[in-house]
């Protein structure tokens, strides 16, 4: 690897300025859901333990360099100092006098948070006098923010170059987890790929079909799939004008010797609504007036006997309508079946994005996998082949 770790810096006594993503839900002024909180926490501890000084570098919500007092730090300060059970100050600017005096005034054994970093459009900007009033706060930079690392901002990409930089260890978990599972993975290798669009994921199937073994396509973008092979999919929703891209992937796929698995069988609804009468048909079967809302058994089957035989995994987007019973059976059933085969030490298993996260968490599957990345746009970025501005930072 090209990047250092917390383990290769000299952190006793220095003041150092971890990149973190703690872009938590809200609501009534209460944090919901700390899952990114508790992610950061190894390394907050480890710096304390080496000696270091934790001073805090983020965002919330998108405020485009504006001071919107609604999108305060300060509103997760709460939560962030319950985990960490260590005093957290704050620092109502993350540069100039404000963010200088609380650095100074930081003691052993606290942990300093400054305010939103996107207060200042200078943080979009990737401007480099912004990063640099940044850089006089501290001694050392640690980017612990990977699911922020395909923004090229001044707190991900440009402060990376003003200071000894290091990975903090979500992002060092991070990325050790993506390099075993397409830099240079066990194989066969399969990817499952899912949503409702194949338009969002293009360069994402571009990408996959000339590294991936077994590819299975699932969600909406399967019936484009269906479709562009003259399928009726009835009213399911389908990207009809995609038909020739679609069919442009597939032959690829043949041609780089990637096997693409599309639904054998469907199930089919004439309401999208839970509990709504379904019936199970072949995938060229399905009634004008129904639409496709998730993949059959026979087909879940075939994914299950393709886990079985792979050694890793990556997976991003349901396989049908997840979110209302019962067309979250694929889903679950696909899902549970890696959990299953990554706790016996079969399959290297990683999954990301919101609705993948999602998705398993809802099977109960998560917990199995290898690696569940907490990155959308950055995980999908990844996945496309795209190179990351702060991971590249990183590695100069």
Same mark, same amino acid.
């Given at each position: 690897?090209?990047?250092?770790?917390?383990?290769?810096?000299?952190?006793?006594?220095?003041?150092?300025?971890?990149?973190?993503?703690?872009?938590?839900?809200?609501?009534?002024?209460?944090?919901?859901?700390?899952?990114?909180?508790?992610?950061?926490?190894?390394?907050?501890?480890?710096?304390?333990?080496?000696?270091?000084?934790?001073?805090?570098?983020?965002?919330?919500?998108?405020?485009?360099?504006?001071?919107?007092?609604?999108?305060?730090?300060?509103?997760?300060?709460?939560?962030?100092?319950?985990?960490?059970?260590?005093?957290?100050?704050?620092?109502?600017?993350?540069?100039?006098?404000?963010?200088?005096?609380?650095?100074?005034?930081?003691?052993?054994?606290?942990?300093?948070?400054?305010?939103?970093?996107? *207060?200042?459009?200078?943080?979009?900007?990737?401007?480099?006098?912004?990063?640099?009033?940044?850089?006089?706060?501290?001694?050392?930079?640690?980017?612990?923010? *990977?699911?922020?690392?395909?923004? $090229?901002?001044?707190?991900?990409?440009?402060?990376?170059?003003?200071?000894?930089?290091?990975?903090?260890?979500?992002?060092?978990?991070?990325?050790?987890?993506?390099?075993?599972?397409?830099?240079?993975?066990?194989?066969?290798?399969?990817?499952?790929?899912?949503?409702?669009?194949?338009?969002?994921?293009?360069?994402?199937?571009?990408?996959?079909?000339?590294?991936?073994?077994?590819?299975?396509?699932?969600?909406?973008?399967?019936?484009?799939?269906? !479709?562009?092979?003259?399928?009726?999919?009835?009213?399911?929703?389908?990207?009809?004008?995609?038909?020739?891209?679609?069919?442009?992937?597939?032959?690829?796929?043949?041609?780089?010797?990637?096997?693409?698995?599309?639904?054998?069988?469907?199930?089919?609804?004439? =309401?999208?609504?839970?509990?709504?009468?379904? =019936?199970?048909?072949?995938?060229?079967?399905?009634?004008?007036?129904?639409?496709?809302?998730?993949?059959?058994?026979?087909?879940?089957?075939?994914?299950?006997?393709?886990?079985?035989?792979?050694?890793?995994?990556?997976?991003?987007?349901?396989?049908?309508?997840?979110?209302?019973?019962?067309?979250?059976?694929?889903?679950?059933?696909?899902?549970?079946? $890696?959990?299953?085969?990554? !706790? =016996?030490?079969?399959?290297?298993?990683?999954?990301?994005?919101?609705?993948?996260?999602?998705?398993?968490?809802?099977?109960?599957?998560?917990?199995? *996998?290898?690696?569940?990345?907490?990155?959308?746009?950055?995980?999908?970025?990844?996945?496309?082949?795209?190179?990351?501005?702060?991971?590249?930072?990183?590695?100069?």
């Amino acid at each position: 690897m090209a990047w250092k770790t917390l383990d290769d810096m000299e952190l006793d006594g220095k003041t150092v300025l971890v990149r973190v993503d703690i872009n938590v839900p809200v609501e009534d002024g209460v944090v919901t859901d700390d899952t990114r909180i508790q992610r950061i926490l190894p390394t907050i501890r480890d710096i304390m333990a080496a000696g270091g000084k934790p001073v805090l570098l983020a965002h919330f919500g998108r405020p485009k360099g504006q001071r919107v007092p609604d999108m305060s730090l300060s509103v997760v300060l709460p939560a962030l100092e319950a985990a960490l059970g260590v005093p957290v100050k704050f620092a109502d600017d993350c540069i100039g006098g404000p963010a200088k005096k609380a650095v100074a005034a930081l003691e052993p054994g606290e942990v300093l948070l400054l305010e939103n970093t996107r *207060f200042h459009e200078g943080e979009t900007k990737n401007d480099g006098g912004f990063a640099a009033s940044l850089a006089a706060l501290g001694n050392i930079y640690c980017n612990d923010a *990977f699911s922020a690392a395909h923004r $090229a901002h001044a707190s991900t990409e440009a402060l990376a170059r003003l200071l000894p930089s290091c990975a903090g260890r979500l992002m060092q978990a991070e990325l050790l987890a993506l390099e075993a599972a397409l830099g240079d993975p066990d194989r066969p290798l399969v990817a499952v790929v899912g949503g409702a669009k194949v338009s969002t994921k293009l360069d994402l199937l571009g990408n996959l079909v000339g590294k991936v073994n077994h590819l299975i396509i699932g969600g909406g973008m399967a019936n484009t799939f269906l !479709a562009a092979q003259g399928i009726d999919v009835g009213k399911s929703l389908a990207e009809h004008d995609l038909a020739e891209t679609a069919r442009d992937i597939l032959t690829k796929a043949e041609e780089d010797g990637c096997e693409i698995i599309l639904p054998s069988d469907i199930v089919v609804a004439r =309401e999208f609504a839970a509990g709504a009468a379904n =019936e199970t048909l072949p995938a060229d079967a399905c009634p004008t007036d129904a639409m496709i809302l998730d993949a059959g058994p026979d087909t879940v089957a075939r994914i299950a006997t393709t886990f079985q035989n792979a050694k890793t995994l990556i997976w991003n987007g349901p396989l049908g309508a997840f979110e209302i019973e019962p067309f979250d059976a694929a889903t679950n059933a696909a899902a549970r079946k $890696a959990a299953e085969l990554s !706790a =016996e030490g079969h399959l290297i298993s990683v999954a990301g994005g919101g609705d993948t996260v999602a998705a398993l968490n809802k099977a109960d599957a998560a917990k199995d *996998f290898t690696y569940i990345s907490t990155a959308g746009g950055a995980f999908l970025e990844w996945m496309e082949g795209k190179e990351l501005p702060g991971v590249a930072a990183l590695s100069q």
